[in-house]
């Protein structure tokens, strides 16, 4: 069988929600955000016959919460953060994100709830992807300075000149995708341009 599943946002009531769309259906069959205040899908995984959406809640004007939802249950809930990408591995959700600590936003990696690693002290980028390979965890996002870095278990191993969207691993290598800041789409592969595609300004996610 073939699952098509969408997570992102749409307008309910004038109000922004986190939303999951699936099949071919334009109604949403999952409606995450609740009450007044906005909340975004930001990424999903696929895992044990059930689609994981990660993303954020607004429980105010200017505080909001990191989620991981199940259906219509929260499986995780994170204090101050926005939550861009989630991965699975070995029975445990890895989750990549902002954090807003002490008046400033930080990069930051989870196991479920528990914080990994601070990778850096960033802005609000929503540029960050995580992908897991072997145990070991890469993850893509604006390092607080241009250009955007990638982290191996918190060590920074490449930074190339542009804006990097998504990453992805195997025995073969490190591939990761984004964009040059002259507007040119680009793939890695450990740390070289593996090629540019014609009339490409920027890719967004990569998969193997």
């Known amino acids: 069988a073939h699952v098509v599943a969408a997570v992102g946002s749409m307008l309910d009531g004038g109000v922004r929600k986190a939303v999951m769309w699936s099949g071919t259906n334009a109604t949403p069959s999952r409606v995450y955000g609740t009450g007044n205040y906005t909340s975004e899908a930001t990424s999903a995984v696929w895992q ?18 990191g989620k991981v939802w199940k259906a219509d249950e929260v499986v995780h ?9 989630i991965a699975y591995y070995n029975g445990t959700f890895y989750t990549v994100g902002t954090v807003l600590e002490s008046g400033a936003y930080k ?40 250009p955007d870095k990638v982290w191996k278990n918190g060590t920074e191993i490449y930074s190339d000149g542009g804006f990097i969207y998504g990453v992805t691993a195997n025995t073969n290598g490190v591939f990761y995708v984004g964009g040059t800041t002259s507007g040119a789409g680009k793939v890695w592969k450990d740390g070289s341009v593996l090629y540019s595609p014609s009339n490409c300004t920027r890719l967004l996610a990569v998969y193997m």
């Open 77 to 85: 809930t994170i204090a101050n953060a926005k939550i861009w990408d």
């Open 48 to 65: 044990d016959g059930w689609v994981y959406a990660c993303g954020y809640q607004y429980t105010s004007e200017s505080a909001y919460e």
């Open 107 to 146: 990069l930051r990696v989870w196991s479920g709830t528990s914080t990994l690693y601070t990778l850096v002290t960033s802005n609000a980028s929503n540029r960050a992807s995580i992908t897991i390979d072997a145990g070991d965890i890469y993850v893509t996002s604006y390092g607080g300075a241009a």
